[in-house]
């Protein structure tokens, strides 16, 4: 059975561009007899397909509800069912947010990583988040550093999700924005500026002069520790005590207001006399005289008068 498909109107099952295509390829087309079986068989495909397409529609708006519902800051960012393959690549929405970064990037690639860590290759840079709108539409070279970057933001969300007490979606949004604007900027040759500063300041070369510095002995002393200068007074005085004779020195103590006179013995042959010597006081300033011991007469023996009187 032939039919003229140019007559034929198929405006209430095709829409008209549709339409003016199927009726072009009709009269090119030789064409064939259908039979009634035929014919059949193709009406039942038809309807499947159209119920394919009908559930599939309902599928996607189930999926992106659900999406909303548990990982909203997420689907905005990867697209919900992106998003999707990710939860249910790593198990759990908690599991995904466990993950780092670099690990939401390469999931779903991990047959390719142990093939280049096995042969020491390039290990690959994406692999379901390569499916997302952000890193569709960049460049060749900038989808690398476009997958790295939405890989960190979407590690963020997916903890915000799975831990965060409130859902709202700023997070997510303000993520996106950042990233269409950062790789658009890079798409245009841009390049980050280091300093930060304004047009016509002019900065100072930087000079490191470095200084040669010498340990200093005196930093060291402590309140048990004396000071050298002190040491060599209290040996001088010693010195000049034992060569007079004296029994006793004085040490001196230095104090930031005023000097303090500290007696100590030293042992001195005692003098035949049984007369002990007075203790005396060093005055400041004032030497000691040397004591004049007192000289005894010995008695003349009697042998010495008798030579006398001859």
């Given at each position: ?133 952000l890193v569709g539409q960049a460049s060749s070279k ?126 001195v042959d005692e003098p035949e006399n049984d007369e ?35």
């Open positions: 059975m032939r039919t003229n498909a140019s007559s034929t109107d198929f405006s209430d099952l095709l829409p008209e561009e549709l339409e003016e295509q199927v009726k072009e390829a009709a009269e090119i087309s030789m064409g064939t007899e259908i039979s009634e079986e035929d014919i059949e068989n193709i009406h039942f495909l038809a309807e499947q397909v159209i119920e394919i397409s009908d559930y599939r529609a309902q599928l996607y708006e189930y999926l992106k509800n659900r999406m909303m519902a548990i990982a909203p800051n997420l689907s905005i960012l990867v697209g919900d069912l992106v998003g999707a393959r990710l939860i249910a690549h790593a198990g759990t929405l908690i599991n995904l947010a466990k993950h780092p970064a670099s690990t939401v990037q390469i999931l779903g690639a991990e047959k390719a990583l142990f093939r280049a860590l096995k042969t020491k290759k390039d290990t690959p840079k994406y692999g379901l988040i390569y499916h997302a709108n900038m989808k690398g550093k476009a997958a790295r970057m939405l890989a960190a933001k979407s590690a963020l969300a997916a903890r915000v999700d799975a831990l965060g007490e409130e859902t709202s979606v700023a997070l997510g949004t303000e993520h996106r924005a950042y990233l269409e604007n950062r790789l658009r900027f890079l798409e245009e040759g841009g390049q980050r500026k280091i300093s930060g500063g304004k047009k016509g300041v002019k900065f100072e070369k930087y000079d490191n002069k470095s200084e040669v510095r010498t340990y200093s002995a005196a930093a060291d002393s402590t309140a048990k520790k004396r000071k050298h200068s002190e040491t060599v007074e209290i040996e001088q005085v010693v010195s000049i005590q034992v060569e007079n004779g004296e029994p006793k020195k004085k040490k001196k103590k230095k104090n930031s207001e005023s000097v303090v006179e500290e007696e100590t013995t030293i042992p002990t010597p007075k203790k005396k006081k060093k005055k400041k300033g004032v030497k000691e005289e040397p004591v004049e011991e007192a000289t005894v007469e010995e008695p003349v023996s009697e042998k010495k008068k008798k030579k006398k009187a001859k």
